[in-house]
C-alpha cells in the first residue's frame, strides 16, 4: 500500500515559469515531509522539507506547502531552470517511526527552453 | 569529504548467483539506510541501522536478503541466491541529524 504517493509520473514546463508539482500521503501520523531531487546515475539529494506545524517554507526559488486536512503537499519552483530538470520525490516519516522515510514514486521534471 | 560511497556502481549477474552490495557512509552519521528503487515502487526503505545496530528490517522482500553492519564505516547488502526481479537501483544512505538523508550513487543491479 503506497503511503506516500506522486500521481504525476511526469512534468514538461517552459524556463522561467512556475513548475508545481504534487504529493499526497494517506498516513495521518506523518509529521514531517522532505522533497529530494535526483539527477541521472546519482542518488537523491535533500532539496526542502517542512513541519506538521507550518504549512510553507521557503527557500529560494522552492517553496513547499502543506495542507493538512488534505493530506496534500506541492512543491513550486519559481522560475524554472534547465538545470532543475530531474526526478523529484516526496518523502514523509511519522515522529517516533526514528529515521524512516517513506517515499513517493517520484515525478520526472523537464524543463525546456 | 567524501560522501555516502557504494561498490560495486554496477553488477550484472546470473540468476541463483550470490551478490554483496557494499555501503561506506559518511563519518559520524549514526544511521544507515539500504533503499531499493524501481519504476513501479519508487523508492523502498528495506533496512536502516542505528549505531551498527538494525532497528527496522520490515522492508527486506525475503529472507533471500541479508544485511550487517559490523562497524560504523562499513555495510553489506547480500542476495542470495538472486533473482531476475531483484534487478533495481540499491541505494545506501546515511544521516545524522533527524530525517535528512544523505545518499550515495548507488548500485545498478542486473540479475539475468
Known amino acids: 500500500d503506497q503511503q506516500v504517493k506522486q500521481n504525476s509520473p511526469s512534468l514538461s514546463v517552459q524556463e522561467g515559469r512556475i513548475s508545481i508539482l504534487n504529493c499526497d500521503y494517506t498516513?495521518?501520523?506523518?509529521?514531517?515531509f522532505l522533497w529530494y531531487k535526483k539527477y541521472p546515475a546519482e542518488g537523491p539529494t535533500f532539496l526542502i522539507s517542512?513541519?506538521?506545524?507550518?504549512d510553507k517554507n521557503e527557500d529560494g526559488r522552492f517553496t513547499v506547502f502543506l495542507n493538512k486536512s488534505a493530506k496534500h503537499l506541492s512543491l513550486h519552483i519559481v522560475p524554472s531552470q534547465p538545470g532543475d530538470s530531474a526526478v523529484y520525490f516526496c518523502?514523509?516519516?511519522?515522529?517516533?517511526?526514528?529515521?524512516?522515510?517513506?517515499f513517493g514514486t517520484g515525478t520526472q521534471l523537464k524543463v525546456e527552453l | 569529504d567524501a560522501g555516502v560511497i557504494q561498490s560495486p556502481r554496477h553488477e550484472v549477474t546470473e540468476m541463483g548467483q550470490e551478490v554483496t552490495l557494499r555501503c561506506k557512509p559518511i563519518?559520524?552519521?549514526?544511521?544507515l539506510f539500504w533503499y531499493r528503487q524501481t519504476m513501479m515502487r519508487g523508492l523502498e526503505l528495506l533496512i536502516y541501522?542505528?549505531?551498527?545496530?538494525?532497528?527496522?528490517d520490515s522492508g527486506m522482500p525475503e529472507d533471500r536478503f541479508s544485511a550487517k553492519m559490523p562497524n560504523a564505516s562499513f555495510s553489506t547488502l547480500k542476495i542470495q541466491p538472486s533473482e531476475p526481479r531483484d534487478s533495481a537501483v540499491y541505494f545506501c544512505?546515511?544521516?545524522?541529524?533527524?530525517?535528512?538523508?544523505?545518499f550515495g550513487p548507488g548500485t545498478r543491479l542486473t540479475v539475468t
Open positions: 498516513n495521518s501520523m506523518f509529521d514531517y
Open positions: 544512505a546515511s544521516s545524522l541529524t533527524l530525517y535528512e538523508q544523505y
Open positions: 541501522f542505528n549505531n551498527n545496530v538494525p532497528i527496522d
Open positions: 563519518s559520524g552519521h549514526d544511521y
Open positions: 518523502a514523509a516519516s511519522a515522529t517516533g517511526g526514528g529515521n524512516k522515510l517513506t
Open positions: 517542512i513541519s506538521s506545524i507550518k
